[in-house]
C-alpha cells in the first residue's frame, strides 16, 4: 500500500511538473502574476511528492519488503540497517529516484530563496525546471519504476553488492547529484536569460551561488567517489581516468569555469554569451554523465542496467534538454549586447585564460571518454584509452592554468600590470625554487617532474597567501590596522584564497605520489616485511563473523627503528549471499603518509600475501578537495548573496532598467 | 584596443588552444590507445611485439598456477576455441577464479606468454566483463548468466 502511495506521488509529480513547465512561462510572456506565481507552488508542491515517494521506497528497504522488485534485486534481510537505507540509492531505479528528489529539492528552494528575484526571471526559471523535472520523471515512470511489484514475493532478496557496501560510497551518489543537478539551476537561469534576452550583472549575482552550491557538492562527491576507490579496490590507486570517473570530472571542470566566468558578468558585464554558453554545457555534461553512467553503456562498478530501452529514452531527452537550448542559444545569443572592454592583460584576460584551458581540457577528457564507445558503435576495434593519453594531453593543458592561478587576483579589472603581479609574486617564485632544489638535493629518489609538481604547489600556496598579505598589507608593518583590513576583507575573497590553497595541497598530493613504494610478500604469521622504515609483522590470522560476511582478519604489528607505531587489521571478506570476496584495506594515516595493507590469499600452506604500500602526501589529494569546497562554502556565505542584498540589488537594476 | 581587435585575440588564443589540444590528443593516440583482443582474435591475427594490448576471456579450469617465489602465478585464458597463456606478478583481485571472465592488459611475449601487469575482474552486477561477453558470443560459448540473465530474456 505505501510502495502504491509512493508510485501515485511519482505520477502527481509529473502533472505538476508538465504544469510547471507550461503556465508560469505563458504567465511570463502575458505578464500575468497569478500564473507566475503558480510556479513557486507547484515547485514546493512537486518536492513534497517526490520527498514521500522517497520516504515510501526507503520503507520498503528498511522493512525489507520483498513484494518489491527493486528491494529483491538489491537487498536482503541480513544486510545491516545503515546498508538497508543506502541500498535506496545504490541501484538504478533508486538512483533516478534520488536525482529527481534533488532537482525538486533545488527548484523548491529556488521558489523559496527565489522571492527577491524579479518575478518573470523566477517564473521562467522554474518552468525550466518543470520541464526538466517533467522529463525525468517520464523516464523514471516509464523504464525505471522503482515501485514494480513481484508476484508471488521471494522469501529473500540477491543482495546488494559488498563493495558497495560501505559508508564513503553511501554518502558518495547524494553529493555527486547534488552537484550534477545543482548545475540544472545555472542551467535554467541560462535558458530563462535566452528566452528573455537579458543577461545584466544582477542576473550574474543571482546565478553564482547556485553554481557555487552545486560546485562544492560536486567537489566534495568526486574526492568521496576517489578515496573509496582507493581504500576499497585494494590496489592503492585514487584515480583511474575510468570513463565513470571522468563523467563526473567533465561537469567539474567546465563548472570551474563557469564559476570564473560568472565573476566577470557581474563585475564588468561582460562574457555574457560565454557564461551563458557555459552554463547550458555544464548541465549537459552532468545529463551526458548520467546517460554515460546510468544507460549501462559502460562497464563498471556504477553500470547497474544494461536496457536499451532506458538508453534510448536518456538519448532522447539528451537531444531535447542539450540541442533546445543550443538552438535557442544561436538565435538570441548574438542579440546580447556585450559589456565592458578589456585590455588582454588584465583580471578579465586572466579568466578567460582560466576558461579556456578548463574548457579545452574538458575537451580532451570528453575525447579520450567517448572515443572508444564511438569506435565501438561504429563496429571498429575495441580500445581502452588510459592513464598515458590523459598524462598527455589533459596534464599538459592544466599545467600553464595552474602557474596562472596566483596572477589572475593581482591583475587589475581592464588593465592589469603583469610587471607588478610578478614583483608581488617573487616570494612565491623564491619559495617554489627552494621546494624544487631542496626536494632534488634530499629526497632519493630524484623524481624531476615530482619536484617540479611540488614546486607548482608551494608556487600556488605562497602566491596566493602573498596576494591576501598584500590586501591587508601585512607588510606594511603589522598593527591593529592590520586585523581590521582582514576582518573587512569580503568572505567571497577569503572563498576564493582558500579555494586555490586547495588546489595546491591537492598538486602535492599528487606529485609526492611519484614517491610511494610497494611491496608483495608472501609471509608466514609471525614473519615480518620492511617498507620505508618501517617494519610490518604479521601476528596472526583469524576467522570471524561479520554481520553478513565471514572474513579472515590480519593482526600486523608495525614498528619504527623497534618504537611501535600501530596496530592493523586487514580483511578478507566473503560475502555469504553474493558468493563473493571483497578486500578490506588497512590503512594507518598520520595526514603525511599512508602505511596500506591489504590481506590475500596465500598459496594454500597457511601462508598469507601481503600487499603493502608507503604513500607519501596522499591524503593531501582528497584534503585539498575538502579545502576547495570549504573556500567555495565560505564564498557562499559572503553577505552579497543574502537574501536583502539582492532585494537592493533588484531595485538597483529595475532602476538601471528604467533608465535604458 | 578595440572590441574586434579584443574579439580576434581570443579567436586566435582559443584556435592555438585548439590546435594544441588535437595535436596532443592525435600523439596520445598514435601510442597509447589499448586494443581489446580474444584468444581467437590474437591467433588469427597476432599482435605485434610490445604493443600493449587487452586480452579477455574465461580463465581455464584447472589451469592456474603458482611459480616458487609465490608471486608469480601463471595461468591460461581461453574463449573456448583457442587459449593464450599467460604469466602474471602481483596480487590477483578479489574476483579471480578458475572458470571466471577476466581482461589481462600487457604484452605478448616473444616466447608467446603474454605478460599481464594488471589482471581486471571486474565488479561488474553481472561479475563478467562487457568485452569478453561479446567475445564470447562471437566464438559461440556464450552459455548464458544463470537463471537472473534467463528470465530477463524471455519475452
Redesign the interface.
Known amino acids: 500500500m505505501i510502495a502504491e502511495l509512493g508510485h501515485f506521488a511519482l505520477a502527481l509529480a509529473l502533472v505538476l511538473a508538465v504544469v510547471q513547465s507550461v503556465v508560469p512561462l505563458y504567465g511570463a510572456a502575458r505578464g500575468e502574476p497569478a500564473l507566475m506565481a503558480l510556479g513557486g507552488s507547484t515547485a514546493i508542491g512537486q518536492f513534497a511528492l517526490v520527498a514521500l515517494a522517497f520516504a515510501a521506497l526507503a520503507h520498503a528497504y528498511v522493512t525489507s519488503d520483498f513484494s518489491l522488485a527493486t528491494v529483491v534485486e538489491n537487498s536482503h534481510s541480513t544486510k545491516p540497517l545503515l546498508y538497508k537505507i543506502t541500498g535506496v540509492w545504490s541501484n538504478h531505479e533508486g538512483s533516478m529516484l534520488l536525482w529527481v528528489l534533488i532537482l525538486t529539492l533545488f527548484g523548491a528552494a529556488v521558489a523559496w530563496f527565489g522571492t527577491a528575484l524579479p518575478p518573470d526571471l523566477r517564473a521562467r526559471v522554474l518552468a525550466v525546471q518543470g520541464m526538466i523535472g517533467a522529463g525525468f520523471f517520464a523516464f523514471i515512470l516509464f523504464t525505471s519504476n522503482p515501485f514494480l511489484r513481484l508476484s508471488p514475493a521471494p522469501p529473500d532478496g540477491n543482495g546488494m553488492n559488498p563493495i558497495l557496501q560501505d559508508l564513503g560510497l553511501a554518502i558518495h551518489p547524494p553529493f555527486l547529484y547534488l552537484g550534477y543537478v545543482g548545475f540544472s539551476v545555472s542551467f535554467s537561469f541560462a535558458v530563462a536569460a535566452l528566452i528573455e534576452g537579458r543577461v545584466d550583472a544582477a542576473w550574474a549575482r543571482w546565478v553564482r551561488p547556485w553554481t557555487l552550491a552545486a560546485w562544492c557538492a560536486l567537489t566534495v562527491g568526486i574526492a568521496l567517489g576517489s578515496w573509496w576507490a582507493y581504500y576499497t579496490l585494494g590496489w592503492g590507486g585514487w584515480w583511474y581516468w575510468d570513463p565513470v570517473e571522468n563523467a563526473s570530472f567533465m561537469p567539474w571542470l567546465v563548472g570551474t569555469a563557469l564559476l570564473h566566468s560568472a565573476i566577470v558578468v557581474e563585475k564588468r558585464d561582460a562574457l555574457k554569451t560565454w557564461t551563458i554558453l557555459l552554463a547550458i554545457v555544464t548541465f549537459a555534461l552532468s545529463l551526458i554523465g548520467t546517460f554515460l553512467v546510468r544507460s549501462g553503456v559502460l562497464t563498471s562498478v556504477h553500470a547497474f542496467a544494461v536496457d536499451p530501452a532506458r538508453g534510448l529514452f536518456i538519448l532522447l531527452l539528451l537531444l531535447i534538454a542539450i540541442g533546445g537550448p543550443l538552438i535557442l542559444y544561436a538565435v538570441r545569443a548574438p542579440s546580447l549586447k556585450g559589456g565592458g572592454l578589456f585590455a588582454p592583460i588584465s583580471r578579465e584576460g586572466a579568466l578567460v585564460l582560466n576558461n579556456l584551458l578548463l574548457a579545452t581540457g574538458a575537451l580532451t577528457v570528453f575525447i579520450g571518454t567517448l572515443y572508444p564507445l564511438f569506435l565501438d558503435a561504429m563496429g571498429g576495434d575495441k580500445v581502452s584509452v588510459g592513464f598515458p593519453f590523459f598524462n598527455r594531453t589533459f596534464v599538459p593543458l592544466m599545467a600553464p592554468l595552474l602557474i596562472a592561478i596566483p596572477f589572475g587576483p593581482l591583475l587589475g579589472w581592464k588593465r592589469g600590470d603583469l610587471l607588478a603581479a610578478g614583483q608581488r609574486l617573487i616570494a612565491a617564485a623564491a619559495a617554489a625554487i627552494a621546494v624544487v632544489l631542496a626536494v632534488l638535493l634530499l629526497v632519493r629518489p630524484a623524481e624531476v617532474l615530482a619536484a617540479l609538481g611540488l614546486g607548482l604547489a608551494a608556487w600556488i600556496g605562497v602566491g596566493c597567501l602573498a596576494e591576501w598579505a598584500d590586501r591587508v598589507q601585512l607588510l606594511r608593518g603589522f598593527g591593529r590596522d592590520t586585523l581590521a583590513r582582514a576582518r573587512r576583507l569580503p568572505r567571497s575573497a577569503y572563498g576564493m584564497t582558500l579555494a586555490h590553497l586547495g588546489v595546491a595541497v591537492t598538486i602535492a598530493g599528487i606529485a609526492a605520489s611519484a614517491w610511494e613504494s610497494e611491496r608483495i610478500e608472501l609471509v608466514h604469521p609471525g614473519e615480518s616485511v620492511s617498507i620505508a622504515g618501517y617494519d610490518l609483522r604479521l601476528d596472526n590470522v583469524e576467522r570471524i563473523q561479520g554481520p553478513n560476511y565471514t572474513a579472515d582478519r590480519g593482526t600486523v604489528t608495525v614498528t619504527r627503528r623497534g618504537s611501535p607505531v600501530a596496530v592493523m587489521h586487514p580483511e578478507k571478506r566473503f560475502f555469504t549471499v553474493q558468493q563473493m570476496a571483497t578486500t578490506f584495506t588497512a590503512i594507518d594515516t598520520d595526514l603525511l603518509s599512508d602505511l596500506y595493507v591489504v590481506l590475500a590469499d596465500g598459496d594454500g600452506n597457511s601462508t598469507w600475501t601481503l600487499r603493502i604500500y608507503e604513500k607519501p602526501l596522499v591524503p593531501w589529494i582528497w584534503l585539498g578537495c575538502g579545502v576547495m569546497a570549504l573556500g567555495g562554502l565560505m564564498s557562499l556565505s559572503d553577505r552579497r548573496w543574502r537574501v536583502g542584498a539582492a532585494v537592493r540589488r533588484t531595485r538597483a537594476a529595475a532602476g538601471a532598467a528604467a533608465d535604458d | 584596443?578595440t572590441?574586434k581587435r579584443?574579439r580576434l585575440?581570443?579567436v586566435l588564443?582559443?584556435l592555438g588552444?585548439?590546435g594544441?589540444?588535437s595535436a596532443?590528443?592525435l600523439?596520445?593516440?598514435n601510442?597509447?590507445?589499448?586494443?581489446?583482443m580474444s584468444p581467437s582474435d590474437l591467433a588469427a591475427k597476432g599482435a605485434p611485439e610490445t604493443r600493449r594490448l587487452?586480452l579477455g576471456g574465461l580463465v581455464e579450469t584447472g589451469s592456474v598456477s603458482?611459480e616458487a617465489?609465490?608471486?608469480t602465478i601463471d595461468f591460461k585464458i581461453t574463449d573456448g576455441s583457442k587459449d593464450v597463456a599467460v604469466v602474471f606478478s602481483?596480487?590477483?583481485?578479489?574476483?579471480f577464479r578458475e572458470g571466471q571472465g577476466v581482461v589481462v592488459e600487457g604484452a605478448l611475449g616473444r616466447n608467446g606468454v603474454f605478460k599481464a601487469d594488471t589482471v581486471l575482474a571486474?565488479?561488474?552486477?553481472r561479475?563478467m566483463?562487457?568485452?569478453v561477453v561479446?567475445a564470447l558470443k562471437q566464438s559461440g560459448h556464450w552459455q548464458g548468466e544463470g537463471p537472473?540473465a534467463s528470465t530477463a530474456a524471455k519475452p
Request: hydrophobic fraction near 45%; charge should be neutral.
Open positions: 584596443m572590441r579584443k585575440l581570443v588564443l582559443s588552444l585548439l594544441t589540444a596532443l590528443v600523439l596520445a593516440f601510442d597509447n590507445l589499448v586494443f581489446f587487452r603458482r617465489d609465490g608471486r602481483g596480487v590477483l583481485p578479489d574476483l571486474k565488479h561488474d552486477e561479475y566483463p562487457k568485452e561479446d537472473a
